[in-house]
């Protein structure tokens, strides 16, 4: 599966333009702040609910946020990987010298989408689908 990320990666990558570094460290930005934002909505209901841990609506909920959050992590990484070049361009300009590899960045998106899966698999159970 990862060889095959790698190949649709590289072949999607060799279409894309590239992007002036304003433009992608705007699009980097919003994509971040997109799974941050979802993230800490996540954070926040768990909080809320956690004495209704018994309560089918709310584990619903919580299951709901959590499947929604992976949608958008996995939106960032294939961005990232889309764009890799850009996003080490980016990465040294803020001071980083470590290159990200897409290997790297192929193995953490599967197991985000392992995540999402499992969460899917939870609602659908559950007769509830993904936010």
Known sequence: M???LWVVSFYLSSYCFA???AQFEQL????LQDVYWAQVAE??????LIDQSDN?????AIQQKACASAVLELKYYDFVILNLSDFNRYRQIQGFNKIVYIEELQQDRLDVQHRYKAQQKALSDMHASCE
């Open 56 to 60: 089918v609506a709310a584990q619903t």
């Open 43 to 48: 954070y926040q209901l768990k909080e809320k």
């Open 28 to 31: 980097h930005q919003q994509k």
């Open 19 to 21: 992007m002036d570094d």
């Open 2 to 4: 990862a060889a095959f």
